[in-house]
């Protein structure tokens, strides 16, 4: 069974900086690109950040490039995003997502149930 | 940046009715990748359709996905209660991946 188990969601001050994990099981994990999406409380979804398989490629949001940066680490089969320069409105849950297909341009088949990060003094 | 426009935003219909929500996209979405996924309150998305017409696996039959180029649209032929829910489509052929802004599928 496919496992997605974020963690690192706190509450920040502004302008502060923040690192979430995202542990996962049940897949080959060293075969997909990984995703970050997250998601304002009552808002919709917006995509963060890739990151290929080997970690060799990585993508990001506008709003978060230069901010926030994706890595992964095989051998422990986890996810993270190390987030800096914290703003109000990176108020989201963050929900780490696999792609479906190990090839390119794949939709987003398993998610996390996501880890609450908050930015407020 | 491909903006994708969900309409309309909230629909209101009663179990077993039939509902189609619409995704129109700013330019053409790259080979039809274009998915939808469903969010209850409290969960995680769930892929529903890829590849603008493709059921995931063990989403039933009563969900179907048909467009191409910039509009696409999303049926459900019999709405079951566990089908009210909010739905998103989201392009995946370019750089930033985007999402709708979501249709409400509320119960009547």
């Known amino acids: 069974e496919v496992q997605l188990v974020e963690s690192g969601g706190v509450v920040v001050q502004p302008g502060g900086s923040l690192r979430l994990s995202c542990a996962a099981s049940?897949?080959?994990?060293?075969?997909?690109?990984m995703h970050w999406v997250r998601q304002a409380p009552g808002k919709g979804l917006e995509w963060v950040s890739l990151?290929?398989?080997?970690?060799?490629?990585?993508y990001y949001a506008d709003s978060v490039k230069g901010r926030f940066t994706i890595s992964r680490d095989n051998t422990k089969n986890s996810l993270y995003l190390q987030m800096g320069s914290l703003r109000t409105e990176d108020t989201a849950f963050y929900y780490c997502?696999?792609?479906?297909?190990?090839?390119?341009?794949?939709?987003?088949?398993?998610w996390g149930q996501g880890t609450l990060v908050t930015v407020s003094s | 940046e491909i903006v994708l426009t969900q309409s309309p935003g909230t629909l209101s219909l009663s179990p077993g009715g039939r509902a189609t929500l619409s995704c129109r996209a700013s330019?053409?979405?790259?080979?039809?990748?274009l998915a939808w996924y469903q969010q209850k309150h409290g969960q995680a998305p769930r892929l529903l359709i890829y590849?603008?017409?493709s059921r995931a696996t063990g989403i039933p039959d009563r969900f179907s996905g048909s467009g191409s180029g910039t509009d696409f649209t999303l049926t459900i032929s019999r709405l079951e209660p566990e089908d009210f829910a909010v739905y998103y489509c989201?392009?995946?052929?370019?750089?930033?991946?985007?999402f709708g802004q979501g249709t409400k599928v509320e119960i009547k």
């Open positions: 989201q392009q995946y052929g370019s750089s930033p991946w985007t």
């Open positions: 590849g603008a017409s």
């Open positions: 990151i290929s398989w080997d970690g060799d490629n990585t």
């Open positions: 049940g897949f080959t994990f060293d075969d997909y690109t």
């Open positions: 330019q053409s979405v790259s080979s039809s990748y």
């Open positions: 997502a696999k792609d479906k297909f190990s090839s390119s341009w794949s939709p987003l088949d398993y």
